[in-house]
């Protein structure tokens, strides 16, 4: 996570929320300067990264590079993405990792994942930044937005998923506690686990003691955990854990560093630090590198309603 503000979050909202287009036909063909097409190839280029907003998605399919990455990048053939917020900014220079290949032509982008492989999207060209992919075999489109890595705002897309940031370890242990605080419940709490389950985002707690391998832990409890903002302030969030057998715990969430968070216990008082133990590096939905994490759903959910996509499929 690069820790400069590079792009002011307004302009970054913005963007992410313009839903006014007009559209441009791409075309691959040697009169592309002719002013009603424009080369696929330019226009994939014409930006180092593209932002995949998922609440923008039309139609009811999901194509799972798109639907885990942050951003994409279109780089000599070869396809990168910010899959992970961990190291987001600087992991690959800004573009994150290589994924697989792409091959675009007309208006056509083919695309060989790692692990998915092959997918095909048809291309358009909604304004200056913005491209759709329409995916005809789910008929389903992907917007996203093009931004040059010096004019990216890491941070804020790092602050506004946050949530995803917690589910990147296989676990977070307890390395302090502060000596100020009320006695509570939670101070028996060693490790935190948080997963990632479709609409509803459950974690799971562990009493074990400090330096056990993540792979030996007991899990002594598994509830729903919730994210949220707090007004005025962007780098701080609302953590709540909810359990059964005591009230729910309340914390102001802050971010130390990629692998070091603060909860500050709102009932008690207590500061306790968690470091995240097992960084997982993902590659597509429900897999990754380090298996023994049980989440299966490591995805970005779309928050807004899936609706059908008016996208005529000229392959069909």
Do not use: M, W
């Given at each position: 996570m690069k820790t400069i503000k590079l792009l002011?979050?307004?302009?970054?909202?913005?963007?992410?929320?313009?839903?006014?287009?007009?559209?441009?036909?791409?075309?691959?063909y040697n009169g592309y300067n002719d002013p009603g097409y424009v080369n696929i190839n330019q226009v994939l280029n014409s930006h180092e990264l593209w932002y995949i907003d998922v609440n923008e998605t039309i139609g009811y399919g999901e194509s799972p590079f798109l639907q885990i990455g942050f951003t994409i990048s279109f780089r000599n053939g070869t396809l990168y993405a910010n899959n992970n917020l961990v190291g987001i900014g600087s992991q690959g220079n800004?573009?994150?990792?290589?994924?697989?290949?792409?091959?675009?032509?007309?208006?056509?982008?083919?695309?060989?994942?790692?692990?998915d492989g092959y997918d095909s999207f048809d291309v358009y060209q909604i304004d200056y930044n913005t491209i759709e992919l329409y995916n005809p075999f789910t008929d389903t489109?992907?917007?996203?937005?093009?931004?040059?890595?010096?004019?990216?705002?890491?941070d804020y897309v790092f602050y506004d998923n946050i949530q995803y940031f917690l589910q990147e370890y296989e676990a977070w242990e307890k390395t302090y506690t502060s000596n100020f605080g009320a006695l509570n419940e939670f101070d028996n709490e060693n490790y935190l686990q948080f997963l990632s389950g479709g609409n509803d985002n459950t974690f799971r707690s562990s009493q074990d003691q400090n330096g056990i391998n993540p792979n030996n832990l007991y899990w002594d409890f598994t509830g729903i955990y919730g994210v949220g903002n707090v007004s005025g302030n962007m780098y701080l969030k609302a953590l709540v854990l909810d359990y059964d057998y005591f009230d729910n715990e309340q914390f102001e969430l802050s971010i130390l560093n990629d692998q070091k968070i603060e909860l500050y216990h709102t009932s008690s008082g207590t500061i306790y630090e968690f470091?995240?133990?097992?960084?997982?590096?993902?590659?597509k939905t429900g897999t990754t590198i380090n298996k023994t994490k049980t989440s299966g759903l490591k995805k970005r959910v779309q928050?807004?309603?899936?609706?059908d996509n008016p996208r005529e499929n000229t392959r069909a």
């Open positions: 002011s979050t307004f302009a970054l909202i913005a963007t992410l929320f313009t839903s006014c287009y007009t559209e441009v036909i791409v075309d691959d800004g573009f994150g990792i290589p994924i697989g290949y792409y091959n675009a032509y007309d208006n056509i982008l083919d695309v060989d994942h790692d692990i489109s992907y917007f996203l937005h093009g931004y040059q890595r010096s004019t990216f705002d890491y470091k995240g133990r097992g960084y997982i590096e993902y590659l928050r807004t309603k899936k609706k």
